[in-house]
């Protein structure tokens, strides 16, 4: 019996998220207030989009190798989304240019907390580190950037609903900073993201490796129903491999600051060593609605 209420509470939300796509056409405005505000960015009138969405994470973590970086300050992802094809909708670029928020994260510990001398079993890497360090130590960030195009980021919106299969996929990169570092220190590229494919269902990571499970969020309407804001949506995915970073410390320096961070936060790291979980307040309307306020 709590199976089928469960099935019937994420239909419902699945039906309403989809109705949505029928409310208002009316001209555009070229900047919103109140609720809306938070679709500023969003590029309602442009041709191919039908939704806009916010997306903010306010908690969670991502382990990456042997290291966890928990989420302080909140992180943003906004822009419009296509009609859906196959399940799937395709976003469009924020027009402030910020599709994913550029939010340092701080590093437990600091440069000192992803990077410990001692630990490093290579003798010549580790004399390296020690020589390297020996002035001291500061603090460090993580950010997250998206490492492709906007058009590379895609949502399903039933997925999310009925806990299932892929809500989110997004392809990013951790963007290491500090003086010592650089400003190109970089776990994740173009070339090689850490593409996560976020469920707020049960994941399927690599045999050995115990499944996380998401959650499809507290639905919410607003502004007489054109606004739906679906709050506490975990989104989780723990089958991801990440490479080695690089381009730590900027040209020559990398050579011996690469292996120093490899070595210390232990990548490349196979899919099932690393961690994604975010819990996101999620805001969904029509381009038509968003452009009638």
């Known amino acids: 019996m709590r199976m089928q209420m469960t099935k019937a509470r994420l239909f419902c939300v699945a039906l309403l998220v989809a109705g949505l796509a029928t409310l208002g056409v009316v001209p555009a405005a070229s900047a919103h207030e109140g ?28 382990v990456i190798g042997t ?9 943003t992802l906004q822009g419009g989304l296509s009609e859906p094809s196959s399940g799937f909708r395709t976003m469009f670029a924020a027009t402030n240019g910020e599709t994913l928020s550029k939010t340092p994260q701080p590093v437990p510990g600091g440069l000192a907390g992803l990077i410990n001398c001692k630990e490093i079993e290579n ?45 989110l996929e997004m392809p990013v990169k ?30 399927s990571p690599p045999e050995g490796t115990e499944p996380i499970r998401g959650f499809g969020g507290h639905a919410e309407f607003k502004e007489s129903g054109t606004l739906l804001q679906i709050n506490g949506a975990k989104l989780v995915d723990n089958a991801w491999p990440a490479p080695s970073a690089q381009g730590c410390g900027g040209a020559i320096v990398e050579y011996i600051l690469d292996p120093i961070v490899n070595a210390s936060v232990g990548l490349p790291s ?9 819990t996101n307040t999620i805001s969904v309307a029509t381009s038509t609605a968003v452009n009638n306020h």
């Open 35 to 62: 609720e809306w505000a938070k679709f500023n960015y969003c590029p309602s009138t442009s041709e191919g989009v039908a939704k806009c969405m916010q997306s903010v994470v306010s908690e969670g973590e991502v």
């Open 67 to 75: 290291k966890r970086v928990p989420v302080v300050n909140p992180v």
């Open 123 to 167: 003798w010549l890497v580790r004399i390296g580190c020690e020589a390297t360090f020996e002035n001291g130590l500061t603090g460090l960030n993580a950010t997250l950037e998206l490492a492709r195009p906007a058009s590379e980021v895609r949502v399903n919106e039933l997925n999310l609903a009925f806990q299932r299969g892929i809500a």
């Open 174 to 203: 951790v963007h290491l900073e500090n003086p010592l570092l650089g400003s190109s220190c970089y776990i994740g590229s173009s070339s090689s993201p850490l593409l996560w494919h976020l469920t707020s269902g049960l994941t």
């Open 270 to 278: 196979a899919a099932g060593t690393n961690v994604a979980s975010l």
